[in-house]
């Protein structure tokens, strides 16, 4: 069946925009007329055009796959960009910027620089979150994991997978001279966010102190999570 801007596929569909030679140099996924909507727009604010031409040529826009849920949609396009790859990180043909599923995937240098908000482009440039601030955002993963494993929170395969991510990092971590974290003798307020205690020590004291696992305050220290009920405020 030949799909037009007035007869668009059934349900969700992933899309190809084609070279005058054949290739394709985009992939898209979408729903009614996307595939024929011009994907080529400007932005008044920063006064650049961004996107993707849409063929003027009807017979360069093909309909790969149609009359599927939005989360298989998702999943071909994620495919099609993996299989002819991006221009952009240099693995391919294709002009998407993102590896698709949802805008998803590895940006590209030059993407990265333009997302950056540095200096102050940054709303957080010479201000600093109050007490009370980071001690909603370190509880949040509490009342978000609420103490549930790997395998309650992500099943067992990707349990697995995530566990042996985490043991290959581990034992690919330098933690010589310097980078030894028992060089840091910086004092720390630590923040029991049930009891409300504030206990004001080094790290080694700390976990000396009351118990609590080495890696574990290396985590509230360089993650700002809560460990065991207890967080790091400054």
């Keep these: 069946m030949l799909f037009t801007r007035k007869n668009p596929p059934r349900g969700y569909y992933v899309y190809l925009y084609l070279r005058l030679d054949g ?25 650049m055009w961004t996107g993707i031409h849409t063929p003027s040529d009807p017979n360069k826009i093909i309909i790969f796959m149609d009359d599927l849920t939005e989360l298989w949609s998702l999943g071909w396009e994620r495919k099609l960009i993996s299989w002819f790859g991006r221009k952009d990180i240099e693995t391919g043909i294709l002009r998407n910027k993102t590896g698709g599923g949802d805008g998803s995937g590895e940006d590209s240098h030059e993407t990265r620089k333009k997302k950056a908000r540095p200096g102050k482009l940054n709303g957080m440039f010479g201000k600093t979150h109050s007490d009370k601030t980071k001690i909603k955002l370190a509880t949040s993963c509490i009342d978000r994991f609420k103490g549930k494993s790997y ?9 697995d997978e995530l566990k042996q991510i985490r043991s290959k990092n581990a034992k690919n971590k330098d933690n010589s001279g310097s980078k030894n974290p028992r060089f840091d003798n910086n004092i720390y307020i ?3 966010v049930e009891t409300q205690e504030i206990f004001k020590s080094t790290r080694y004291k700390f976990y000396s102190t009351f118990g609590i696992n080495k890696g574990g305050v ?17």
Excluded: D
């Design 23 to 47: 290739t394709p140099y985009y992939v898209g996924k979408g729903k009614g007329k996307r595939a024929w909507v011009n994907h080529r727009v400007f932005n008044k604010k920063t006064k």
């Design 151 to 159: 395998e309650e929170l992500y099943g067992k395969e990707k349990s």
């Design 190 to 192: 630590f923040y029991n």
């Design 218 to 234: 290396c985590h509230m220290i360089s993650r700002g999570i809560a460990y065991n009920k207890w967080m790091v405020i400054q």
